[in-house]
């Protein structure tokens, strides 16, 4: 224990992106949201701080929702390759790569055929929940060939 009054805690990762008392967690509720083959691991949430930090996995082949919200984030990379969305733009992602997401954008994660892709990812504590796109979000977003093509796989 610190002198006020926080416990100290190392958490000891175990290999195979698993950590010492952790669990993975299914990525989300099932819903309207689509997604396949993630799941995540809260490693820091402390009451007494504005931040969590999540680590997501996906198998190959596996994606995130697609989605935005108020709130920006930050994602750092730790294994594999895959692409992201942000916005208008895909773009490719490897291992220690930083992805900063700012609010509204929307976002999604796709991991390549043959590996899983794996992140860290820090928001706020507490957040907004994610929209996800109507049927003219959608259509505004695939009107560029390169994300229709990220879209439809």
């Not at 990525?27 to 309207?32: F, Q, R, T």
């Not at 820091?44 to 919200?69: K, V």
């Not at 959608?138 to 093509?149: C, R």
Request: hydrophobic share 40%.
């Amino acid at each position: 224990m610190t002198a006020d009054g926080e416990i100290a805690r190392v958490r000891t990762y175990l290999g195979s992106f698993r950590w010492q008392e952790l669990e993975p967690r299914p990525y989300k509720e099932e819903g309207n949201a689509a997604f396949r083959n993630i799941s995540r691991q809260v490693l820091f949430d402390e009451p007494t701080q504005d931040c969590e930090l999540r680590y997501f996995e996906m198998e190959a082949g596996g994606y995130s929702s697609l989605e935005r919200h108020q709130h920006t984030h930050a994602v750092i990379i730790l294994r594999g390759r895959g692409q992201c969305l942000l916005g208008s733009t895909v773009r490719t992602v490897a291992a220690f790569d930083l992805v900063t997401i700012p609010g509204w954008t929307w976002h999604q994660f796709r991991a390549t055929d043959g590996e899983a892709l794996g992140f860290l990812c820090m928001v706020n504590r507490v957040r907004d929940r994610p929209q996800l796109p109507g049927a003219s979000d959608l259509a505004a977003l695939k009107s560029s060939p390169e994300v229709a093509a990220f879209l439809s796989p």
